[in-house]
């Protein structure tokens, strides 16, 4: 929104003709809502070809502000679209108000709400965080940057939302008045759009509402160390991380928190950025009221979600490939992620890396230190073909460059087949560290791609 300033129910009531620009899942879902209010809408949109006429009065091209803008009241902005955009300068000057999907739903929405940002492990805390409060909370959602429009569900009677919210909506969402929150971490990524880490972080620090004492938040103190201004003295405000009051410990796995130490060694999920996350959400499903009994009977069953660091079943596998662990890593789309990923491999550990896709603005020299300690052949494909291959040629490291992931799992299974004796237990860990848009839609559609691939390759004969 242009201002800082929150939209109410008696000012969106007195709003009639409303603006989704830029469509997809959440202007779709947006547009649902506010028909059913007896609201007049219009999408403008990139591919006004491609849109569901049956959601909206008008579909344009959004090249053209002031045919667009005609007779609107407020506008309804995809997180995707910059906020250069000329319908969204044109709105300025005629200050119209702009809104996100999560703050149109927040007006409506009147329960508790957690809310989760971070560069990396949103999805996974949310998810998780969301599994935790179910065994006290069954009627809870949800949504968010996950995957759900919040303006999906936000008219129902819940116990509990839980939000993933990425940088992009927390831009457009002034004051979301949050029940609590976490930011996760911060690394470089995004700063196509915010231009500086500075204010990347500032994009992060609107999901906290420190000012309300009943509000908990939940931060890595490292995110400090990229904000304008030093860690606020809050009492509801609480870091996670180490030599804090909320913390992890390794060997044995044990997450603590002032109220319990809880026992992670039967948590799923592998590496320690898997155990901060669920230290985070451990946290908020406190907050919530989870007593500690339920809360460590929840994380012991805990899946993962598809596409995060998610292994192929072996019994899917050809008999002489079951030895052989394939992970689907596919939403990976930074190489913060990416390492995040590789923290629990050590030098020796027989491990083939595949990097692909449209590589962001962050310095590579971090992973390289990390593959020089690993030593772990390198197969790069696509878009980031074209931009890493100098950096990764003068390392002197095993690295192979493909067009696409169809010609590298050719090769990949020649390699493996060759060295399948000496290397009986070898991981295939597919984490891209790079966003999907080269050659896939979406990371789903690459992930999926990925687990065909081993299928086909690796996978038993088709009868």
């Known amino acids: 929104m242009f201002s800082e300033t929150r939209t109410d129910l008696p000012d969106l009531n007195n709003r009639h003709s409303f603006l989704i620009l830029g469509g997809g899942a959440s202007g779709d879902s947006a547009a649902k809502l506010l028909t059913s209010l007896g609201k007049k809408v219009t999408l403008a949109d990139r591919f006004p070809e491609k849109a569901n006429l049956s959601l909206y009065h008008h579909v344009l091209s959004d090249h053209e502000p002031q045919i667009v803008l005609d007779g609107i009241d407020c506008i309804i902005k995809s997180p995707g679209i910059l906020p250069s955009h000329s319908i969204l300068q044109t709105a300025r000057k005629n ?4 809104l996100s999907e999560i703050a149109l739903a927040r007006i409506f929405y009147k329960g508790p709400i957690i809310g989760i940002t971070g560069t990396d492990g949103k999805s996974t805390t949310t998810a998780l965080t969301f599994h935790l409060l179910q065994n006290k909370y069954p009627n809870a959602r949800m949504g968010g940057n996950i995957g759900v429009p919040f303006t999906s569900f936000c008219l129902e009677n819940l116990d509990y939302v839980v939000l993933e919210l990425s940088s992009y909506q927390l831009d457009d969402s002034p004051n979301l008045k949050l029940t609590s929150s976490a930011i996760l971490n911060l690394a470089s990524d995004h700063l196509e759009r915010h231009k ?4 990347y972080a500032l994009a992060k620090w609107k999901i906290q509402n420190l000012e309300d004492n009943d509000h908990q938040c939940f931060v890595n103190p490292i995110f400090f160390s990229y904000t304008p201004f030093r860690k606020p003295t809050f009492s509801n405000l609480h870091s996670i991380g180490d030599n804090e009051t909320y913390f992890v410990s390794l060997h044995p796995h044990l997450i603590h928190t002032p109220k319990h130490t809880y026992d992670a060694t039967r948590f799923p999920l592998t590496g320690k950025h898997n155990l901060m996350n669920l230290c985070f959400a451990i946290a908020l499903a406190e907050v919530a009221g989870l007593d500690p009994e339920q ?4 994380l012991e069953t805990f899946q993962g979600l598809p596409h995060r660091f998610q292994s192929i079943d072996p019994k899917k596998l050809s008999p002489q490939y079951q030895s052989i662990r394939f992970i689907n890593d596919s939403k990976s789309t930074n190489l913060h992620s990416m390492l995040s990923g590789i923290s629990g491999f050590q030098k020796g550990d027989p491990m083939y890396l595949i990097l692909g896709g449209i590589p962001k603005e962050e310095p590579i020299a971090p992973f390289i230190n990390r593959w020089k300690e690993l030593e ?3 197969y790069v494909f696509g878009n980031a073909k074209e931009i890493w291959q100098k950096d ?4 002197g490291l095993p690295v192979t460059f493909f067009d696409t992931l169809n010609t590298l799992f050719s090769e990949l299974k020649i390699t493996i087949e060759a060295k399948l004796d000496e290397k009986p237990n070898l991981t295939v860990l597919f ?3 790079g966003a999907s848009f080269d050659l896939y ?3 789903e559609e690459r992930g999926n791609h990925f ?3 081993v299928k086909e390759h690796f996978g038993p004969p088709s009868t």
């Open 95 to 98: 200050e119209i108000p702009v």
């Open 196 to 199: 500086t880490m500075e204010s």
């Open 295 to 298: 809360i460590q009977k929840q």
């Open 376 to 378: 772990c052949p390198l």
């Open 392 to 395: 990764f040629d003068q390392t």
């Open 431 to 433: 984490s891209p560290a």
């Open 441 to 443: 839609k979406n990371f």
């Open 451 to 453: 687990v065909t691939l």
